[in-house]
């Protein structure tokens, strides 16, 4: 069977064809792994590793949290686009929300959602190939500080964070018994906060030319042979209300990096592969420049 999910424009990745049924987006990840979709409950991943959580409508003032603390507001599940939907507040206004109107927002808290304790530290985002519920290979990336509407602007990729490890591998190790394939973890700090049962399919660029084949090796025939570490560079994202100028692709290309049309965030003009933050945050200028100038 084929990779599930995979976007037209990414097609050229997904090689070779596995025998085994591979997700690579949330909605078929789930559907395909019965025995391990219970991941994909951000409340359990929060219990789980002893945080301070429940479901909208306790009071969080009654759960160990002072009136001012920071909380987390968040949908219990959600498999298309899981920040989704999610804001900050305190415990205080937390425990006067109403329930009854659909979206998360100050005041309200939608049907489905889950209070946390407020989390802090960088984020990262965890790419791990997994034997027989073992953790064998990591590719880490880190956010940047820099943000666009809660968004990081760029994703430092071949990051090091070997630190976060064994709180990944103890949760493998605790929820994923006996699974074998690609997960991807996402955390803040050092506590985890979401994790999918597939990679981060927008950083597979990066990754050696092995990385495919030892992903479908390790799925279809019960193998692991190990894997280089990924590349360092970097994601950098182009936000705003402007278009990209004519050649952009030859332009970039020039400066040494590689484009991407993004065709998922109406406000996200592009995405830039590139060695260092700085070099991508020039190229952008310089779109934007000649943007204006058409």
Known sequence: MPFHGVRPERQYLFNP?????????????????????????????????????????????LSGLNADDP?????????GGMSLNTFSTSAQALSQSTLHLPENKAGNCAAGSFWCEFLEGPQTSSDVLIHDGQP????????????NRNRPIYWEIGADCEHLEPAIERFVQREMVSYTGLCN?????????????????????YYCAGFMAAWVNLVDNDSWEGLEPIKQGCLYSMFGDWSLPDNT??????????????????????IIFAEQPASAGEIELMLRNRSQDQ
């Open 17 to 61: 064809t596995p025998v085994t049924d591979i997700a690579v987006n949330d909605v078929n990840a789930w559907r395909l792994n019965s025995n391990h979709r219970h991941i994909y409950n951000k409340l359990h991943v929060a219990l789980s590793q002893g945080l301070n959580a429940a479901p909208c409508g306790v009071n969080p003032l």
């Open 71 to 79: 909380c987390f507001v968040k949908p219990i599940t959600n498999l």
């Open 136 to 147: 064998v290979w990591y590719a880490h990336t880190r956010a940047a500080s820099e943000k």
């Open 185 to 205: 973890v996402e955390m803040i700090g050092e506590s985890i906060i979401e994790v999918h049962l597939r990679g981060s399919n927008a950083f597979f660029d």
């Open 249 to 270: 692709e030859t332009l970039v290309e020039a400066r040494g990096a590689r484009l991407y049309r993004d065709g998922m965030m109406a406000d996200r003009v592009g």
